[in-house]
């Protein structure tokens, strides 16, 4: 079983939509935790980052982190066509990310 | 500022063959981690250097080797390659790979083995 498991996709949502894209892990050790985009033929872009549990905004994204559960999530709002891509998660044992474990990414189209 | 620099782009290899990619990375940035990406297997981490050393190492056979140069240019050395060896290598740098870093990812060498 894979360390950190990503719901696979692929997702195609309208214009506007409120996108939730999410991982799991099991892996205690993880603390710092990433989402990243990744347009094709692209190197992964980050996103966001998320020091252990809790919420962090920025702009239309939100990313939520539940150590508890071992889950965690990217919210999108007001979907746009440009946020068409694969959405990575990634999480780390460390605070540097270094050495991080991916999930196999959710390719998202939002259609106009 | 320059961002992470990888080459070369594209690079078509023969069984058996050894291959060398380079990373870049931003200037000042002291890290470097390769990453391979297949559709079968995602990102996958293969190694991190910091200051010339490497400090990280991922589930690779000895095939997959690494260094770091003073100027924290980056290159990854695959010998004997396999066909499964056909992936996108990428490349990410951080400041210090430490505490609250962020990595930049090159655009990657994506290596075809025939």
């Known amino acids: 079983q894979k360390e950190v498991e990503q719901d696979p996709g692929p997702l195609s949502v309208p214009e506007g939509a409120i996108v939730s894209l999410n991982c799991t892990y099991s892996n205690s050790a993880f603390q710092y935790f990433m989402w990243y985009r990744q347009y094709s033929r692209k190197g992964p872009e980050l996103l966001m980052y998320?020091?252990?549990?809790g919420n962090k905004e920025d702009g239309r994204f939100t990313a939520q982190v539940d150590k508890s559960s071992k889950y965690i999530s990217l919210f999108i709002r007001d979907s746009q066509p440009s946020d068409s891509a694969t959405y990575l998660c990634a999480m780390s044992p460390y605070t540097n990310a270094g050495k991080s474990t991916f999930g196999d990414g959710t390719t998202l189209t939002v259609k106009p | 500022k320059a961002g992470v620099t990888q080459t070369p782009r594209y690079l078509i290899k023969t069984r058996g063959q050894q291959v060398t990619l380079s990373c870049s990375p931003i200037?000042?940035?002291?890290?470097v981690s390769w990453y391979q990406q297949t559709p079968g297997q995602g990102l996958q981490f293969l190694f991190e250097y910091f200051s010339e050393t490497q400090r990280n190492k991922g589930n690779f056979p000895g095939r997959f080797s690494g260094r770091q140069f003073s100027n924290s240019r980056s290159e990854m050395n695959v010998s004997t390659l396999e066909l499964g060896d056909s992936a996108l290598y990428l490349c990410?740098?951080?400041?210090?790979?430490?505490?609250?870093?962020?990595?930049?990812f090159g655009q990657g060498t994506r290596l075809t083995v025939v």
């Open positions: 990410a740098s951080s400041l210090l790979g430490g505490e609250n870093t962020e990595a930049f």
């Open positions: 998320t020091y252990s549990s």
């Open positions: 200037s000042g940035h002291r890290s």
